[in-house]
């Protein structure tokens, strides 16, 4: 299925790892041109040649930068001539008590995962709703609907967001071609996932490795989701053809979550 987005410009934020790399490596490999951003320029420059290998690729720009900062905003739309799609991400806050949370800590996960969405939405829906084509697709987490306990920043910021979303999807920008869905992604095998099994496994003195084992057969696709399948959704949530899906929470996880809906 041709997507229809080749030659389009797409902003994929947080995207030199994981879910972020998979959208842009879909988008990519779509004839879309891409810009990337994360701050750590090794690992940018590494996937920005990737994404250039890839067949079919449009242009392919890498801006190293922080994107919870008003700067690396500036940056990464800069680098980007137009903005026809774009893909919001960003690192997710740490784990912790809620007791233990300062004023500080709330204002950082906001900024990360909240406040930098809605500036990026802010500063390109207008443009997107004028040339009449505009997708946009913020990376969330399953945690919006089935909270994490020990993750409530996560919880809060994103939900945050998700509510401000769900409110401009059905806005005016609906009619202009111009639709906002986010993904919730469940349990994806990346380095952020490592990295929280790895700090369980601490904790409980075991193996990241029986950490993995042990949250993979709770899943009843009994496996951990793969950046390029999450990817290959957001690049058909960012297609022509999905026009008519907007203002939508697509959870991603392999049938994790218990409900009916
Ligand atoms: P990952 O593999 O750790 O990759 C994170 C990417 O984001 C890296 O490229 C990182 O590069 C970049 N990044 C982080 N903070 C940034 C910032 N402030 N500005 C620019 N780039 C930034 O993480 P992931 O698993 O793909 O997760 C992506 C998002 O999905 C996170 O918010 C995560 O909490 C959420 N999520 C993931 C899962 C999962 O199973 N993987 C589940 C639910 C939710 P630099 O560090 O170099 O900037």
């Given at each position: ?18 879910l ?41 720009r ?19 001539p ?22 500080e ?67 005016g ?19 952020r ?52 899906i ?16």
């Open positions: 299925m041709d997507l229809g987005i080749a030659g389009r410009w797409a902003l994929v934020c947080a995207a030199s790892k994981g972020g790399l998979g959208c842009a490596q879909a988008l990519a490999s779509e004839g879309a041109n891409v810009t990337i951003v994360a701050r750590g320029e090794q690992a940018l420059q590494a996937a920005a040649a990737q994404l250039r290998a890839l067949p079919g690729a449009g242009q392919v890498a801006v190293a930068a922080d994107i919870a900062t008003a700067e690396g905003r500036a940056a990464a739309l800069a680098a980007c137009q903005v026809d799609i774009l893909v919001n991400n960003a690192g997710g806050p740490p784990p912790g008590d809620f007791r233990t949370w300062q004023r800590d709330w204002l950082r996960a906001l900024d990360a995962n909240m406040l930098a969405p809605i500036a990026l939405i802010q500063a390109s829906v207008d443009a997107m709703a004028a040339r009449g084509f505009g997708r946009i697709v913020n990376i969330t987490s399953s945690a919006v609907k089935a909270p994490i306990d020990i993750l409530g920043l996560s919880n809060g910021a994103r939900s945050g967001l998700t509510g401000f979303v769900a409110g401009l999807a059905r806005s920008i609906a009619a202009r071609n111009v639709t906002i869905n986010n993904l919730l992604p469940g349990q994806f095998y990346t380095d996932l490592r990295g929280n099994f790895a700090a369980v496994a601490e904790r409980e003195g075991s193996s990241e490795q029986d950490v993995a084992a042990r949250k993979q057969a709770q899943i009843p696709a009994a496996r951990f989701g793969t950046p390029a399948e999450f990817g290959t959704a957001c690049a058909f949530l960012c297609g022509a053809q999905a026009g008519y907007t203002g939508q929470n697509l959870l991603i996880d392999g049938g994790a979550y218990p409900g009916t809906f």
